[in-house]
């Protein structure tokens, strides 16, 4: 875990004078490259670590800054702790327990309470309310893979049902919108791809290993396609939707309609999700325009209609 790794790094800095990059590496069973984008990130930190280079040199914090305790405010060790805290309910594992531990290190027995107070303001659970029992597993193979560079195999379940057996490089564990997915390099595509982990199944981890390389960064933005693609469309709900409407869009698009109910300016796409979110809404809801969703709504209500006017004539 990285930042585990970059809290260990800084106490050993601070512990010895000069350490050198294959050490640390070999010390935290990582690429001397993970290392030098580890100091990088300790140096963006604001933390001045120099590199001396030739026999006996390596890395070492800036003989003129002078860091203790105090180089953590209030709020910086909240919010490291609540982040590690929140982290370790789903991702289960000794390097956070040690992450947490060292953390803790920095409090000033003055400041401790206040610091628990600020740490428990904010609670993140990212476990779901019900869900797929074998997601908690999932993870942690996924994250040990990850760790000791590791290949895995499953089944992964498509759109329409069909699924297909992957084997995997991994590389990072997203979570994005409540919903954990695997990035990684997929040898069927031989792409990098983001594998949703609720349709991920028989996950097992492979003895083979792989040589990490660089890669590119998960596209998990869409604002741009949004922008070309999305259109508002008019809806009326009832009150008793509100809540889960609002999940789709804000409050200011909202203008009541009588006591019951509200008309909504909605955000939508002509894809299927976003017909199924309005079809979610039962008859809660009612596309008003344009003519042509509202056409399509009737069409796909229709068509349900009939299922269940077959099953009755059987």
Same mark, same amino acid.
């Given at each position: 875990?990285?930042?585990?790794?970059?809290?260990?790094?800084?106490?050993?800095?601070?512990?010895?004078?000069?350490?050198?990059?294959?050490?640390?590496?070999?010390?935290?069973?990582?690429?001397?490259? !993970?290392?030098?984008?580890?100091?990088?990130?300790?140096?963006?930190?604001?933390?001045?670590? %120099?590199?001396?280079?030739?026999?006996?040199?390596?890395?070492?914090?800036?003989?003129?800054?002078?860091?203790?305790?105090?180089?953590?405010? !209030?709020?910086?060790?909240?919010?490291?702790?609540?982040?590690? %805290?929140?982290?370790?309910?789903?991702?289960?594992?000794?390097?956070?327990?040690?992450?947490?531990?060292?953390?803790?290190?920095?409090?000033?027995?003055?400041?401790?309470?206040?610091?628990?107070?600020?740490?428990?303001?904010?609670?993140?659970?990212?476990?779901?309310?019900? +869900?797929?029992?074998?997601?908690?597993?999932?993870?942690?193979?996924?994250?040990?893979?990850?760790?000791?560079?590791?290949?895995? !195999?499953?089944? @992964?379940? +498509?759109?329409?049902?069909? !699924?297909?057996?992957?084997?995997?490089?991994?590389?990072?564990?997203?979570?994005?919108?409540?919903?954990?997915?695997?990035?990684?390099?997929?040898?069927?595509?031989?792409?990098?791809?983001?594998?949703?982990? %609720?349709?991920?199944?028989?996950?097992?981890?492979?003895?083979?290993?792989?040589?990490?390389?660089?890669?590119?960064?998960?596209?998990?933005?869409?604002?741009?396609?949004?922008?070309?693609?999305?259109?508002?469309?008019?809806?009326?709900?009832?009150?008793?939707?509100?809540?889960?409407?609002?999940?789709?869009?804000? @409050?200011?698009?909202?203008?009541?309609?009588?006591?019951?109910?509200?008309?909504?300016?909605?955000?939508?796409?002509?894809?299927?999700?976003?017909?199924?979110?309005?079809?979610?809404? +039962?008859?809660?809801?009612?596309?008003? /325009?344009?003519?042509?969703?509202?056409? /399509?709504?009737?069409?796909?209500?229709?068509?349900?209609?009939?299922?269940?006017?077959?099953?009755?004539?059987?």
């Amino acid at each position: 875990m990285k930042v585990d790794r970059l809290v260990s790094i800084i106490m050993i800095l601070l512990d010895k004078k000069r350490i050198g990059a294959q050490e640390l590496a070999d010390m935290f069973e990582v690429s001397p490259r !993970t290392i030098y984008r580890d100091i990088d990130a300790i140096n963006m930190a604001g933390i001045p670590i %120099s590199s001396i280079s030739g026999v006996g040199g390596g890395f070492e914090i800036m003989q003129n800054y002078k860091m203790d305790k105090k180089v953590f405010s !209030t709020a910086d060790l909240s919010a490291i702790l609540m982040g590690l %805290s929140s982290l370790s309910e789903m991702i289960r594992g000794d390097e956070l327990v040690n992450a947490l531990a060292k953390v803790r290190s920095f409090i000033p027995a003055d400041k401790a309470k206040d610091i628990e107070m600020k740490t428990n303001q904010i609670l993140i659970d990212f476990s779901p309310w019900v +869900g797929n029992q074998n997601m908690q597993r999932n993870l942690e193979i996924i994250k040990t893979a990850i760790q000791q560079s590791r290949r895995i !195999t499953f089944q @992964y379940i +498509g759109h329409h049902g069909n !699924t297909t057996d992957r084997v995997v490089e991994s590389y990072q564990l997203v979570l994005k919108s409540s919903h954990w997915y695997l990035y990684g390099y997929c040898h069927m595509r031989n792409d990098f791809r983001l594998f949703k982990l %609720s349709r991920i199944l028989s996950l097992q981890i492979q003895q083979e290993s792989f040589v990490p390389q660089d890669y590119p960064k998960p596209q998990l933005g869409f604002e741009e396609v949004l922008e070309s693609v999305q259109i508002k469309i008019k809806i009326r709900i009832h009150k008793s939707v509100m809540d889960r409407v609002l999940e789709y869009c804000s @409050y200011e698009f909202f203008s009541p309609d009588g006591e019951e109910h509200y008309i909504v300016i909605f955000p939508f796409i002509e894809n299927e999700y976003h017909y199924n979110i309005l079809m979610s809404f +039962g008859d809660k809801c009612e596309c008003l /325009e344009p003519l042509h969703i509202r056409e /399509e709504m009737k069409r796909r209500i229709l068509d349900i209609t009939k299922l269940y006017e077959k099953k009755e004539n059987v």
